[in-house]
């Protein structure tokens, strides 16, 4: 009886005509085999979430990476233009040393742009953007309201005052230089 050697087999006794046996056993391990399936397909299902839950997360770290970089270029850009600022005042105190000393008829060290966000860039001199400086104490006694406002704009810097004369005092006492 081969039937009864392959029940016996599979664990299952058969008596005489126990064909309704093995047949309900044979269901029941295609059930349990259906139910391990669907289990791995849940599992399966569970790896899938993880993983786009990781990808999720590896997406939020390179955006963050992202970010991060941002903001060391631009704390890098800060502290180039820090330095550069500080280079700047100490070549302009310097200047102003200079053109406080300066006799009427001497050369007058011009001045660098200090302000950051101006027109010009922090380190501009006025003759590379076509600015006049005046270049001896005598000719700021001379400059006009044209002159002065293209330095006020240059500099980004007001020169204030009621007359010509005080506005030309205001932009002396910006570069160093004494007026009589």
């Known amino acids: 009886m081969v039937v009864k050697a392959g029940a016996a087999h ?5 008596d005489g005509g126990g064909h309704q046996a093995i047949l309900q056993a044979m269901q029941a391990q295609q059930a349990a085999i259906q139910g391990q399936q669907a289990a791995i397909q849940g599992q399966q299902a569970a790896i899938h979430g993880q993983q786009a839950a990781i ?21 890098q850009n800060m502290l180039l233009n820090t330095q550069l600022v500080m280079i700047v005042y100490s070549r302009n105190n310097r200047a102003h040393i200079k053109n406080s ?12 742009v200090e302000r950051v966000g101006g027109a010009h860039p922090v380190g501009t001199l006025p003759a590379t953007v076509n600015v006049v400086f005046p270049g001896t104490p005598s ?24 007359t010509l004369d005080d506005r030309r005092t205001a932009f002396a006492l910006y570069i160093g230089v004494r007026m009589q």
């Open 101 to 112: 000393q300066a006799r009427p008829s001497e050369r007058l060290t011009p001045l660098y």
């Open 55 to 75: 990808q999720g997360q590896q997406a939020t770290i390179q955006a963050q990476q992202a970010a991060i970089q941002g903001q060391q270029a631009v704390l």
């Open 139 to 162: 000719a700021v006694a001379m400059l006009t309201t044209a002159e002065i406002n293209a330095l006020e704009a240059f500099y980004g810097e007001q020169f204030a005052g009621q």
């Open 10 to 14: 599979a664990g299952i006794t058969v």
